[in-house]
């Protein structure tokens, strides 16, 4: 049975926002990520998998036991940490640590490694024996991931992981998560950064209004939503050059001597837009592909939409 499995979840605020109609399956080494807006519904979702919160309707299972109320023992098989994390101030980092991993059911010289281990992960070895009183928001945040990873869980949920978080932590979180993968572990993650889980998830899918959009694989999600590669040609002096009748070129600007265009994902399209300037009568100085970002993509694709609102 697939990890998390949920079948038409609803669960609305008074507003109205929230998760509605939602259906998802994450299999096991699985690394599914949850994009959309403010109020998209990605932290209510997330609430839901974790067992925090009891769905209206709707049927949502997790380690093939109902997600709410989450039974006792599913918590030592589950890792979380929302986007705000509960500590205890006025211990220190490795004793808050300590402790998450100890109800994780470590202990002894198993223990002591883990949280030595963790600590050097997220760089806070040297603020270890600190108060958490005195960490700042982004060690707090690391603080939590890493509190969460202690025990090594089958299913680890993160809440915008990316906040407040240093860009080494998030490199190494990335490298965490795919050695997670790769042995069979399943992680949970909702963000508001689009590159971000570009590179750390295996499935994606893209909220709004509390509904799924969009999603698949990365690159699935990437050609739903229109993402497109970027070619720009240096030519060596001005000149006309006619919009190319190629399929895939989806844009053409061509202005003095600089041409750019917009080009689906077949690879043998910057040749042919090559071949098709020369064979026009452009001497080409220089050639640059650019690879459209996920964030840029969505940006394009909620751009579209407001447009045709």
Known sequence: MDPIIAKDIVRLHRTGRGVNGVSVSVKAGQCFGVLGPNGSGKTMLTRLVAGIDRADSGRLSVLGKPAFP?????????GVALDTP???????????????????????SALSRRVDELLHEAQLTAQANEPVAAYSFGMRRKLGIIEALAHDPDLLILDE??????????????????????????????????DWIARVATDVILLSDGRIQAGGTVPELMASVGARNQVDILLEQSGFIATPTISGIIAFRCKGNHISADIDGNPELPVKL???????????HSL????????????RRATRQEAGS
Not at 288 to 299: D, F, G
């Open 288 to 299: 640059k592909i650019r690879s459209v970002t996920l964030h840029e993509a969505l940006m």
């Open 274 to 284: 090559l071949k098709w300037i020369i064979e026009s009568g452009g001497r080409v």
């Open 86 to 108: 509960a500590h205890w101030d006025t211990l220190s980092g490795r004793q808050n640590l300590w402790f998450f991993a100890r109800q994780y059911g470590l202990s002894g």
């Open 161 to 194: 992981p990316s906040a407040g978080a240093d860009v080494a932590f998030l490199d190494r979180l990335v490298q965490l998560i795919h050695q997670r993968c790769e042995n069979g572990k399943t992680t949970w993650i909702a963000d508001n950064d689009a």
């Open 70 to 78: 989450r039974p006792p023992h599913l918590r030592r098989c589950c």
